[in-house]
């Protein structure tokens, strides 16, 4: 019996999203650091380098750290910001038939502070806070379109009948509209490993909060409400599970 997931992957519309569906991406990058050391007084400056093929930009992340340690205390200060991209993460977020290859990188800056107290010559207490802020982040988006997209699948739209023309508007599906943050703080209580044998480990608290923006139009109270009722009264009848596939009826 032909199972339902070779059933769908069998459909000419299937394939016509499937085939040549191929993307390549490189980024590149790299970094350079300096490092001042005086009396226990450490402070790092460095910059990375990055370039995303796709969106052919160059992005410039330039970062900062410093420690300070007082001898007599056994008592360290430490921070640091920096600036971090990337490319989007998932590749079908820039498919060309799927996807939206024109997509930039993601953008992030990090912050932290922080204290680091010894005692009993084996044991620290550390207590660091966070800040970071999220822009351009990959989001799914019902509301973009590229108003002249090629027709890759020209040929297999005029085998089938379908859509004939050369330019098509099409969605694109995702846009760098996402932003967001998120903060917190770790306590962190450790035991250094010992020189010979004996007893090591670290036991941790942290607390975080994070918020994302998609900037999409939401479900109102009522809609979402609608929507969970339903989804609440929904039972997976048959499930076909393959190599690379599966398939849900409900």
């Known amino acids: 019996m032909l199972k339902i997931t070779q059933f769908i992957l069998s459909d000419p519309n299937t394939n016509a999203v499937m085939e040549g569906d191929r993307m390549v991406r490189r980024q590149l990058g790299y970094f350079s650091e300096m490092k001042l050391d005086y009396k226990g007084n450490v402070l790092s400056f460095g910059a990375r380098r990055d370039y995303y093929d796709l969106s052919r930009e160059w992005k410039t992340s330039p970062r900062l750290m410093f420690a300070k340690e007082i001898d007599f205390t056994k008592t360290t200060f430490f921070g640091g910001t920096g600036k971090f991209?990337?490319?989007?993460?998932?590749?079908?977020?820039?498919?060309?038939?799927?996807?939206?290859?024109n997509l930039k990188m993601?953008?992030?800056?990090?912050?932290?502070?922080?204290?680091?107290?010894?005692?009993?010559?084996?044991?620290?207490?550390?207590?660091?806070?966070?800040?970071?802020?999220?822009?351009?982040?990959?989001?799914?988006?019902?509301?973009?379109?590229?108003?002249?997209?090629?027709?890759?699948?020209?040929?297999?739209?005029y085998m089938n009948n379908q859509?004939?023309?050369?330019?098509?508007?099409?969605?694109?599906?995702?846009?760098?509209?996402?932003?967001?943050?998120?903060?917190?703080?770790?306590?962190?209580?450790?035991?250094?490993?010992?020189e010979d044998s004996g007893f090591f480990g670290w036991i941790s608290y942290t607390n975080s909060l994070t918020k994302r923006n998609r900037n999409q139009p939401s479900l109102k109270d009522s809609e979402l409400q609608a929507h969970n009722e339903l989804v609440a009264n929904h039972r997976i009848l048959y499930q076909d599970v393959s190599k690379d596939y599966y398939t849900n009826v409900y």
Request: hydrophobic share 35%.
């Open 85 to 101: 991209f990337q490319a989007p993460p998932d590749v079908s977020y820039i498919s060309k038939k799927i996807g939206n290859p």
């Open 106 to 157: 993601e953008e992030s800056q990090h912050s932290n502070i922080g204290i680091d107290q010894k005692f009993l010559s084996s044991y620290s207490i550390k207590l660091e806070g966070y800040k970071n802020t999220f822009d351009n982040l990959a989001v799914r988006d019902n509301l973009i379109y590229n108003s002249s997209a090629a027709n890759i699948n020209n040929m297999v739209s």
């Open 163 to 194: 859509n004939t023309e050369l330019v098509l508007q099409r969605n694109v599906n995702y846009s760098n509209s996402m932003s967001g943050w998120s903060k917190g703080f770790e306590l962190m209580i450790k035991k250094e490993i010992p």
